[in-house]
C-alpha cells in the first residue's frame, strides 16, 4: 500500500494553500482555488500518521516480543516498546475512526470509497488541482499521435496468452478450463508460425465458405490430443469425425454470429481454428482507411469486442479494444461508452479495491457494458485470459440489468446475436 500511495502523498508547496485555507474546507465555503492534487494536505498527513504508526506497532511490537527477542533488550527499552505500542496502536484506531468520520462529513466520499469512483464534478470542487490534470491529460490523448489500428503480432499474442491463463488457473474455481484454454492458446501459437493466408479480403463469412480454416482445425486438434484429459478426449474425437460440410457450415455459423446452430462444447475449438485464419488473413492485407468516427465493432473483420485494454508502454494509458476474431485492435477514447458513445451516465463495476485490474465498464444510456483490462495496473494483463478469469464479474452485471456487448472466444453465448 506504500509503495503504491507514496507518489500521491508527497509534500507539495500548494499544501500551504490548504493549510491556510482549512477552516473554509471544513464548513465548506473556501473562497479561493485550492490548488489541490488526488490528495489533499489532511489527507497527506493521515496518511504519513498511518504509516508511521504502523511503523511504530511493528518495531515495538517485535521488540516485546517474548518468545524470540525480548531477551535481547533491557528492561527500560522493553517498557519504552510496550508504551509505544499501545500509543500507536490507539492513535491508529482513532486515525481510522476520523478517517470514517470525516468520509461521513464531506457528501459523496462514502461512494467513492465503496465502488472507487467518483463524479467529475466531486472532482472539481474537492480536487480541483488534479481535475485540471485529468481534462489535460484527457486533451492530451486526443491530439497525441496513435495508430487507430493495431495488429498483434500471433505467436506473440498466442504465446503471452497462454502464459497468463495459466498463471490466473491457479486456485481458480475454473481452474481446469483456464489451463485447457491455455492449451488451445498455445497451439494457436504453434500453428500461426506454420500457417499462411491466401485471403485477398477480411470477410469472415466468405473465408468460412472457402475451408481453408479446417487446415487449421485438424493442425489445432493434433497439439491438444497427447494432453487432453479425459473428459475432453470426446469433444476431439467429435471434431475430427465431423464431415467436411458440417465443418463448413458449423465455421459459416460461427461467422455470422449464429452461435445456437452449434455445440458449445465444439464451438470454442473450431472458433480457435476459424479465428486463425481470420487473423492470418487481418495481417495479409492492407489496413483498411482510418476513420474519424470510432466504431463498436472491428474496423478489419466487423467482429465483436472481447473486451478494452488500457496499453501499457509507449502505448500508455490508451485504450484499445480487441477482436474476439481477428486480434487486431482499435482505438477509443477512454471515459465513454464503446458500444453507444455516450459519456454522461457511465459506471464502473468490480468487485477488487479501486485499483482493479478488471472492471465493467457499464452504461445507464444502452444498458450495455463491456469490460475494461487495465495494463498499468497489471503489465501481463491480457484481454481473453482475464476476461474469461473474471466470468463472475459478467454475472453481477447482467443482475444490475445490463448487457454484454463483447464475445470471448472460449466463453461463447449459447443464442444467436
Not at 482513532?94 to 463524479?119: K, P
Not at 496499453?311 to 482505438?331: A, D, F, I, N, V
Amino acid at each position: 500500500m506504500f509503495v503504491r500511495f507514496v507518489k500521491y502523498n508527497l509534500p507539495a508547496k500548494t499544501d500551504l494553500i490548504w493549510f491556510r485555507n482549512v477552516k473554509g474546507v471544513i464548513l465548506n465555503n473556501a473562497k479561493q482555488p485550492l490548488k489541490i492534487g488526488k490528495y489533499n494536505a489532511g489527507q497527506k498527513v493521515l496518511f504519513w500518521l498511518i504509516m508511521l504508526s504502523i511503523v511504530a506497532l511493528l518495531v515495538s511490537g517485535l521488540i516485546m516480543w517474548r518468545a524470540y527477542f525480548a531477551e535481547f533488550f533491557s528492561i527500560p527499552v522493553l517498557r519504552l516498546a510496550i508504551l509505544i505500542h499501545s500509543v500507536a496502536g490507539i492513535g491508529l484506531i482513532l486515525l481510522i475512526l476520523g478517517h470514517i468520520y470525516l468520509a461521513i462529513w464531506v457528501r459523496g466520499s462514502i461512494t467513492g470509497m465503496v465502488t472507487g469512483y467518483v463524479s467529475k464534478a466531486w472532482i472539481r470542487h474537492h480536487h480541483d488541482r488534479w481535475h485540471d490534470e485529468l481534462q489535460a491529460a484527457k486533451k492530451d490523448e486526443s491530439t497525441r499521435h496513435f495508430d487507430p489500428i493495431l495488429r498483434p503480432e500471433l505467436h506473440e499474442l498466442y504465446t503471452a496468452r497462454a502464459s497468463r491463463l495459466r498463471e490466473l488457473a491457479q486456485g481458480h474455481e475454473l481452474e481446469a478450463y483456464l489451463r485447457l484454454a491455455a492449451d488451445v492458446a498455445q497451439a494457436q501459437a504453434t500453428v500461426s508460425q506454420q500457417s499462411q493466408s491466401d485471403a485477398s479480403a477480411v470477410n469472415p463469412a466468405e473465408i468460412a465458405r472457402q475451408g481453408a480454416w479446417t487446415a487449421h482445425l485438424d493442425a489445432l486438434l493434433e497439439q491438444l490430443a497427447p494432453q487432453a484429459s479425459p473428459a475432453i478426449t470426446p469433444h476431439l474425437d467429435a471434431l475430427r469425425a465431423m464431415s467436411a460440410q458440417a465443418r463448413l457450415e458449423a465455421g459459416l455459423a460461427l461467422a455470422q454470429n449464429q452461435f445456437d446452430a452449434v455445440s458449445q462444447a465444439l464451438a470454442p475449438f473450431l472458433w480457435a481454428a476459424l479465428s486463425l485464419e481470420v487473423a492470418l488473413a487481418a495481417r495479409a492485407v492492407p489496413l483498411p482507411m482510418a476513420s474519424n468516427e470510432e466504431s463498436a465493432s472491428c474496423p478489419v473483420c466487423g467482429g465483436a469486442p472481447v473486451a478494452s485494454l488500457i496499453h501499457k508502454g509507449t502505448r500508455q494509458g490508451l485504450r484499445y479494444l480487441h477482436c474476439s476474431l481477428c486480434e487486431c485492435e482499435w482505438h477509443m477514447v477512454r471515459a465513454k461508452c464503446t458500444n453507444c458513445a455516450d459519456a454522461g451516465d457511465l459506471d464502473y463495476l468490480s468487485f477488487d479495491t479501486t485499483e482493479a485490474v478488471v472492471r465493467a465498464e457499464s452504461c445507464g444510456h444502452c444498458h450495455s457494458y463491456l469490460k475494461v483490462i487495465s495494463q498499468e495496473r497489471e503489465p501481463d494483463a491480457e484481454t481473453v485470459a482475464d476476461d474469461l478469469a473474471s466470468l463472475v464479474l459478467d454475472d453481477a452485471a447482467s443482475e444490475e440489468g445490463y448487457g454484454r456487448t463483447g464475445l470471448n472466444p472460449f466463453a461463447l453465448p449459447d443464442q444467436a446475436l
